[in-house]
């Protein structure tokens, strides 16, 4: 299956600070899905990106998707304590595996 | 609420013991993943099935099995359990189990942890 690195494997932010995680992929990928694990739950779908270059936001959240479709990343900015949680990337496709996960931390 | 639903919810047994997991996908889901996560660390794709039948195998070990049932729930089979085989292990599940945008939906998890 396909294989992805994120990094940073964990980030501790102050309150306020933006933050950003990075999934990279050593082939090119067809769509790319983020989920957002919070402590003690469960991954939640957050978003899918299909097109090379493409650019979503939600709200304080902005998905990229690289022109080469073998890269990807999370931005958030001006983090809040609702932010903490456990990031993944997921190549789709066939086969749902995940990337290795960002764990973010927020001071408050 | 995801609406796929994971039991037992927590589950404590001792080594060499066999237990099994279950799991009821989302109401017209057809496909249903199962996944370990272990302290600190990723999830790892165990297997897949779509509608009755095995899709993919991931890093599955030989002592694990899995069946999805005509009713589509499926059961995780862990057998022979050693210590390293505590984690939370999550079902997750999907409309067709393979189409370009689908998305997963997992349940709550089950916590085995093996004494």
């Known amino acids: 299956g396909q294989q992805v690195m994120q990094i940073p494997q964990y980030q501790h932010v102050q309150e306020g600070e933006d933050f950003t995680t990075y999934c990279n992929s050593s082939?090119?990928?067809?769509?790319i899905q983020w989920y957002k694990q919070r402590p003690g739950g469960h991954p939640v779908f957050l978003i899918q990106?299909?097109?090379?270059?493409e650019v979503k936001k939600q709200k304080r959240l902005t998905f990229q998707f690289g022109e080469a479709k073998k890269n990807s990343s999370l931005h958030i900015t001006a983090t809040q304590t609702t932010d903490v949680g456990t990031y993944f990337c997921?190549?789709?496709?066939?086969?749902?595996?995940f990337g290795t996960g960002t764990s973010l931390t927020v001071i408050p | 609420d995801s609406g796929v639903t994971q039991t037992p919810k927590h589950l404590i047994t001792a080594t060499g013991q066999r237990v099994t997991l279950r799991c009821s996908p989302r109401?017209?889901?057809?496909?249903v993943y199962w996944y370990q996560q272990s302290l600190d660390q990723g999830l790892q794709f165990l297997i897949q099935?779509?509608?009755?039948?095995?899709?993919a195998k991931g890093n599955i070990l030989e002592r694990f099995s899995a069946q999805q049932f005509p009713d589509l729930h499926s059961e995780l089979n862990l057998s022979s359990l050693e210590l390293g085989d505590s984690a939370l292990y999550f079902c997750?599940?999907?409309?067709?189990?393979?189409?370009?945008?689908?998305?997963?939906?997992f349940g709550s998890g089950t916590q085995l942890s093996v004494l």
């Open positions: 109401s017209g889901d057809l496909s």
């Open positions: 997750a599940s999907s409309v067709e189990g393979g189409a370009a945008n689908e998305k997963l939906f």
């Open positions: 997921a190549p789709t496709g066939n086969q749902f595996y």
């Open positions: 099935y779509y509608n009755g039948e095995e899709r």
């Open positions: 082939t090119t990928l067809s769509n």
């Open positions: 990106l299909v097109k090379s270059g």
